[in-house]
């Protein structure tokens, strides 16, 4: 088993930054990849980065250039360092571990972006 806490969330004006962190309850070089959803009201949950063991990365369309996914593995953490922040960036922020064939789901962040 996996338990993710996550942190960072907040309101922050267009333009803005934010990072949110994901610690694990254990060694994330143990699962196989790692990542940050999220879903708007009335949307659907949406991959927004992710990270292999092996430390590839993959981003959506819509952050590519904005947002950087990153990994402390000595503090069994992940992080999603997101600039120039949109309106539609807006969400719930959940972190994300696909250890063996099932996948673990952090409790959400709300990320909001307004002025």
């Known amino acids: 088993q996996v338990q993710l806490v996550e942190s960072g969330g907040g309101l922050v004006q267009p333009g803005g930054s934010l990072r949110l962190s994901c610690a694990a309850s254990?060694?994330?070089?143990?699962?196989?990849?790692m990542g940050w959803y999220r879903q708007a009201p009335g949307k659907e949950r949406e991959l927004v980065a992710s990270?292999?063991?092996?430390?590839?990365?993959n981003y959506a369309d819509s952050v590519k250039g904005r947002f950087t996914i990153s990994r402390d593995i000595a503090k069994d953490t992940i992080y999603l360092q997101m600039n120039s922040l949109k309106p539609e960036d807006t969400a719930v922020y959940y972190c994300?571990?696909?250890?063996?064939?099932?996948?673990?789901w952090g409790q959400g962040t709300q990320v909001t972006v307004s002025s």
């Open positions: 254990r060694s994330i070089f143990s699962i196989n990849a």
């Open positions: 994300n571990a696909h250890f063996w064939v099932q996948d673990y």
């Open positions: 990270i292999t063991s092996g430390g590839s990365t």
